[in-house]
């Protein structure tokens, strides 16, 4: 890895350039370079990992243009081979003006890695700064009170220089890239259904969606859970505030345990906190099948996106919280993607997932990391996960303040907590664990070990989130282990008797 740092617009103060780029020399302490451009400055922080002549020294330079990346193109022979470049070194890196120059705006589309990469047209002045699907190299921008434009790799590089984006600003983008999202995915020629577990981000996906389509369009949402489990409260009340027909299921413990080899054969995992939360996913998708419906939409994403999980409560720092969420989003097709995609399509129901389109991410992972923290935005009295998120659409009576500001609570504690705690009783009554009995049946089924990540979780955590955890803390992916922050919302005044059932 390496370090990026550009100034361009009036007149760019070299030293001081410098001095920002300098506050990340951590990132590249082998090499700098501090190249005029164009209109500004490019300053690279060079790690030597490929080509360590000087050969392999950046920026860049082709004909006109001037490029610095930061990161791995894995694909650059190919794309070398493919496009007749020849390089003069050995760099994955050094393709990228000669790629430009040949495919212009293109260019991320064709790269295979992960990257951050500024490329100037030294001829025109035009500036072309792009990186990877998912931010998994960090890239930051911008403005001074002069109207000149920065970019660094690390926001430290920035703090002295730039005009801090107007919160207002913020939220507005958040809300508008949250409306076009669902928009872009509401078009289906069969009736629109909405999973509703009545937390944040399933919520905010079907009001939203009533807005788009008006009140007279006819809308469904489905919610399940143990007999009196927290969901059901809180979708209800959606339901009644949108304007939804409602369908509620309840499921036993003893259904819920008698899927679960069915569900692991369909999920294609041994992981726990995956089946605990495909199992009730997996009998929905029956029910919803069976009235007609093959498409719904549904929350998952956010809580990688926007740091929803209550153990980002524990981030030590911006970096770390940021870090967390690259790994989160990029580990998503061993988890939620997996669960949600598999649990539903096992009866033939397509799941579509507004957080996590590719426009709404850029939007998530370019907003500052601290509006993400759930110390940025505090709710009576309390730091609030999602914090920016629940402001930005805390507008035109979008949804009740109770669902709105809702403590995050995962599917698989949310469905009824006697749900994990059930499973675990269980298996401590038949002499197994739920590792050793999922494990059990992963291998009956004969699927390959290579496709399901380990490691130590604390609600849901990678083990770099489960590290920041308090002593004591149980090694558990629930939500409630997460003790200190997690409040019940399954109090005796809250049970209420489920009288739909079924419908």
Same mark, same amino acid.
């Given at each position: &890895?390496?370090?990026?740092?550009?100034?361009?617009?009036?007149?760019?103060?070299?030293?001081?350039?410098? %001095?920002?780029?300098?506050?990340?020399?951590?990132?590249?302490?082998?090499?700098?370079?501090? $190249?005029?451009?164009?209109?500004?400055?490019?300053?690279?922080?060079?790690?030597?990992? &490929?080509?360590?002549?000087?050969?392999?020294?950046?920026?860049?330079?082709?004909?006109?243009?001037?490029?610095?990346?930061?990161?791995?193109?894995?694909?650059?022979?190919?794309?070398?081979?493919?496009?007749?470049?020849?390089?003069?070194?050995?760099?994955?890196?050094?393709?990228?003006?000669?790629?430009?120059?040949?495919?212009?705006?293109?260019?991320?589309?064709?790269?295979?890695?992960?990257?951050?990469?500024?490329?100037?047209?030294?001829?025109?002045? %035009?500036?072309?700064?792009?990186?990877?699907?998912?931010?998994?190299?960090?890239?930051?921008?911008?403005?001074?009170?002069?109207?000149?434009?920065?970019?660094?790799?690390?926001?430290?590089?920035?703090?002295?220089?730039?005009?801090?984006?107007?919160?207002?600003?913020?939220?507005?983008?958040?809300?508008?890239?949250?409306y076009k999202a669902v928009a872009k995915m509401i078009p289906c020629d069969s009736p629109n259904g909405f999973l509703l577990s009545g937390g944040l981000d399933s919520s905010l996906v079907a009001a939203l969606a009533r807005r788009i389509l008006g009140p007279e369009h006819e809308l469904h949402t489905f919610t399940i859970g143990l007999e009196n489990a927290p969901d059901f409260k809180f979708a209800r009340a959606v339901s009644a505030h949108i304007?939804?027909?409602?369908?509620?299921?309840i499921y036993t413990l003893q259904e819920g345990i008698d899927s679960i080899p069915q569900v692991i054969h369909k999920i294609e995992t041994f992981n726990a906190t995956t089946i605990r939360s495909s199992t009730p996913q997996y009998l929905m998708s029956k029910k919803i099948a069976a009235r007609g419906f093959k498409m719904v939409m549904s929350g998952e994403g956010a809580d990688e996106a926007w740091g929803g999980y209550l153990y980002f409560h524990?981030?030590?720092?911006?970096?770390?919280?940021?870090?967390?969420?690259?790994?989160? $989003?990029?580990?998503?097709?061993?988890?939620?993607?997996?669960?949600?995609?598999?649990?539903? $399509?096992?009866?033939?129901?397509?799941?579509?997932?507004?957080?996590?389109?590719?426009?709404?991410?850029?939007?998530?992972?370019?907003?500052?990391?601290?509006?993400?923290?759930?110390?940025?935005?505090?709710?009576?009295?309390?730091?609030?996960?999602?914090?920016?998120?629940?402001?930005?659409?805390?507008?035109?009576?979008?949804?009740?303040?109770?669902?709105?500001?809702?403590?995050?609570?995962?599917?698989?504690?949310?469905?009824?907590?006697?749900?994990?705690?059930?499973?675990?009783?269980?298996?401590?009554?038949?002499?197994?664990?739920?590792?050793?009995?999922?494990?059990?049946?992963?291998?009956?089924?004969?699927?390959?070990?290579?496709?399901?990540?380990?490691?130590?979780?604390?609600?849901?955590?990678?083990?770099?989130?489960?590290?920041? &955890?308090?002593?004591?803390?149980?090694?558990? %992916?629930?939500?409630?282990?997460?003790?200190?922050?997690?409040?019940?919302?399954?109090?005796?005044?809250?049970?209420?008797?489920?009288?739909?059932?079924? %419908?």
């Open positions: &890895m390496c370090g990026i740092f550009a100034c361009f617009g009036g007149k760019c103060d070299r030293r001081e350039a410098v %001095e920002n780029a300098h506050k990340q020399n951590h990132r590249g302490p082998d090499d700098f370079c501090c $190249l005029e451009v164009t209109g500004g400055l490019f300053c690279f922080n060079r790690l030597n990992i &490929m080509d360590q002549t000087d050969m392999g020294r950046q920026p860049f330079v082709y004909q006109e243009y001037t490029a610095m990346t930061n990161g791995e193109i894995y694909n650059h022979k190919s794309l070398e081979a493919e496009f007749g470049i020849q390089n003069r070194g050995n760099s994955d890196c050094e393709l990228i003006p000669q790629l430009f120059s040949k495919i212009g705006e293109k260019l991320p589309k064709r790269l295979d890695g992960m990257f951050a990469t500024v490329v100037i047209n030294n001829k025109t002045g %035009e500036l072309f700064i792009t990186r990877d699907h998912i931010g998994i190299i960090p890239l930051y921008w911008g403005t001074d009170t002069e109207g000149r434009l920065y970019i660094a790799s690390e926001q430290k590089c920035l703090v002295d220089v730039y005009a801090v984006e107007d919160e207002e600003k913020v939220y507005d983008r958040i809300y508008d890239g949250m304007g939804s027909i409602h369908h509620e299921f524990y981030a030590p720092n911006d970096e770390e919280f940021h870090e967390e969420m690259k790994d989160k $989003l990029a580990d998503l097709h061993y988890y939620d993607c997996l669960r949600t995609n598999k649990s539903m $399509l096992a009866s033939g129901v397509e799941v579509r997932v507004p957080f996590l389109d590719p426009d709404l991410l850029d939007i998530a992972m370019t907003i500052p990391v601290k509006m993400k923290h759930p110390n940025f935005i505090k709710y009576e009295g309390r730091p609030i996960e999602k914090g920016v998120l629940r402001k930005a659409c805390d507008r035109d009576n979008l949804l009740p303040k109770s669902v709105l500001w809702r403590q995050k609570e995962q599917f698989s504690d949310s469905v009824g907590y006697d749900w994990i705690d059930g499973l675990k009783q269980y298996y401590k009554n038949t002499g197994t664990t739920e590792e050793q009995f999922n494990m059990s049946m992963y291998e009956k089924y004969n699927f390959s070990m290579t496709t399901v990540k380990t490691g130590k979780s604390v609600a849901c955590s990678t083990p770099r989130g489960a590290s920041w &955890m308090p002593e004591g803390t149980a090694n558990d %992916e629930s939500g409630r282990s997460v003790r200190a922050v997690h409040q019940s919302t399954t109090s005796a005044a809250e049970k209420q008797e489920i009288i739909c059932g079924d %419908e």
